[in-house]
């Protein structure tokens, strides 16, 4: 029987969503797309003591702004609502019952200090203490305590666990879609908790039972949760769901730049780049950690660069929309090993979705560089200036940055230009270059050329030698795109008499 693609997303609303969170739901959503399927957002904030303020919004922001469409979720609402942990409370402990009464889970009294001191006298003989098999018959639990003890106990309303009761002997198998087949030995599994004292299931109950009740066909989600999957698949069992699991797929960690170990908030900062999707503000934090989108990504450009952080599609092929991305997912080329997180990679991205950018579009993003600055330009100049600069950018704000001698006489010179080409030789060439400029009535590029050339002919100069002080007059900086077209835009008058100030402010500059 085909059973109906059904992903989710699953989040825990502890602070802003990483980036690594954000690869985890593009693929849920890839694949839920690919296969004509649902993708699911569901909270899971059972964990009180960690929920922080503002980011369950936040990650639906985020996914809004990376293109990631929920189609059932806590906003969609949908036919298993409520997909919020917190709110289908009431529905866990039938489930915890069915196992306690079937014998696979149990009550256990220990209080939080009467553990501690366990541990401490287990690690005092170098035994790393874990509630299993064998340390839950020394302890205080419904398989330890009379029948008589523990109802006398729960009447009481003594505080108590249920702790799941993992076989001694057994072997838990799981075919991981991307790892092959993944084998542990139940010896090596404790006795996790799956109802707290305070009535609020653990995340693995709560996972397991969700997943089954909202019918997810495929769990995708990063490597971290591998080690959780035997208990998963030991709960499924018990709780007769087998037949029905979902298939799993564990993704290869996002590595550091170095590749050593797990990408944290750390080696972003180290690094100098942003974590997470979009600024996020932490409520108990001073200041907002900036996010790429305000550092000047698109999402289409994050969207292709985060697909290929553990993903590849088997052919050269880089560039692809997401409807691409949906054509050609598929689990089997997600990798196995790590990858490492390149932010050079990112930029690449970046600057070839710019460079897919009209002119228009260009225009756009400039503008509102110049508004703020009060300066207005003619929208065919704008469009003009945006086709020059568009294969020097990375992000919008860069146009301006390369931009703005079109814009703004230069303020200051390159002293490494400077030092380098300020020579005689481009002097003289350039002062009788804008003599010759200021004859003509107007100039375009190509004129501008010619004008230069026959300038450069008379003197028996080679370009090379004096381009780069040409443009040190025209905008302060050695480089930046095609000159005799800055001279166009700029217009005859205006780099004329740049140059001239330049000749004059630079007069004692001179290298002989
Ligand atoms: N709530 C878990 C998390 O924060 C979900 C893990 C899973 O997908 O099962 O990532």
New binding site residues.
């Given amino acids: 029987m085909n059973r109906e693609v059904r992903v989710r997303f699953?989040?825990?609303p502890t602070g802003g969503l990483h980036i690594g969170g954000v690869r985890t739901a593009l693929y849920n959503y890839l694949f839920a797309k690919k296969m004509g399927g649902k993708m699911l957002l569901r909270i899971?904030d059972t964990d009180q003591n960690r929920f922080v303020p503002g980011a369950e919004e936040y990650i639906m922001q985020a996914l809004e702004w990376v293109g990631i469409k929920i189609d059932e979720g806590v906003r969609e609402g949908g036919p298993y609502a409520p997909y919020k942990q917190s709110e289908r409370k009431a529905m866990y402990m039938q489930y915890a019952m069915k196992l306690v009464n079937e014998g696979n889970a149990y009550y256990a009294f220990d209080t939080s200090e009467e553990l501690d001191a366990m541990r401490k006298r287990m690690e005092a003989s170098n035994v790393n203490f874990a509630y299993n098999s064998i340390t839950r018959a020394q302890l205080k639990n419904s398989l330890t305590l009379s029948e008589d003890e523990v109802k006398r106990k729960l009447d009481a309303g003594e505080p108590y666990a249920i702790r799941l009761k993992v076989p001694r002997k057994d072997e838990i198998r799981i075919n991981d879609l991307v790892r092959g087949w993944v084998m542990v030995h139940s010896s090596a599994m404790d006795d996790k908790v799956l109802m707290k004292s305070d009535g609020m299931p653990t995340?693995h109950l709560a996972?397991v039972v969700d997943d089954h009740l909202m019918k997810i066909s495929h769990?995708i989600?990063?490597e971290e949760?591998l080690p959780s999957a035997p208990l998963h698949v030991l709960l499924y069992k018990f709780l007769g769901w087998e037949e029905t699991m979902p298939q799993f797929a564990h993704l290869p960690l996002i590595l550091k730049p170095t590749g050593n170990g797990k990408l944290s908030k750390r080696d972003a900062e180290v690094g100098g780049f942003p974590i997470f999707p979009t600024e996020w503000k932490d409520p108990n934090a001073a200041t907002a950690a900036i996010g790429y989108r305000e550092e000047g990504y698109l999402p289409e450009a994050m969207v292709n660069f985060l697909a290929f952080q553990g993903w590849n599609p088997g052919t050269p092929q880089e560039m692809f929309s997401m409807d691409e991305l949906i054509q050609a997912f598929t689990i089997e080329r997600i990798g196995k090993s790590g990858t490492k997180f390149d932010i050079n990679k990112a930029k690449w991205f970046n600057q070839q979705y710019m460079k897919l950018k009209s002119a228009k579009d260009l225009s756009e993003y400039l503008k509102a560089d110049l508004s703020k600055r009060n300066i207005s330009c003619e929208q065919n100049k704008l469009e003009r200036i945006c086709e020059l600069l568009k294969e020097r950018i990375v992000f919008a704000k860069d146009l301006w940055n390369e931009g703005k001698s079109f814009f703004e006489a230069p303020a200051s010179y390159d002293e490494t230009v400077l030092a380098a080409k300020w020579t005689t030789e481009a002097v003289k060439v350039i002062t009788e270059f804008a003599e010759a400029l200021a004859a003509k009535s107007s100039v375009n590029a190509d004129e501008a050329k010619t004008v230069f050339n026959e300038v450069l002919e008379k003197n028996g100069v080679k370009m090379g030698k004096v381009l780069q002080a040409l443009r040190l007059a025209l905008t302060g900086v050695g480089a930046g795109p095609d000159l005799m077209h800055i001279i166009e835009l700029l217009g005859k008058e205006e780099a004329v008499k740049r140059i001239k100030t330049a000749l004059s402010i630079l007069n004692s500059k001179v290298i002989v």
Wanted: proline share 10%; charged share 20%.
């Fill in positions: 699953a989040p825990s899971e995340y996972n769990v989600r990063g949760w």
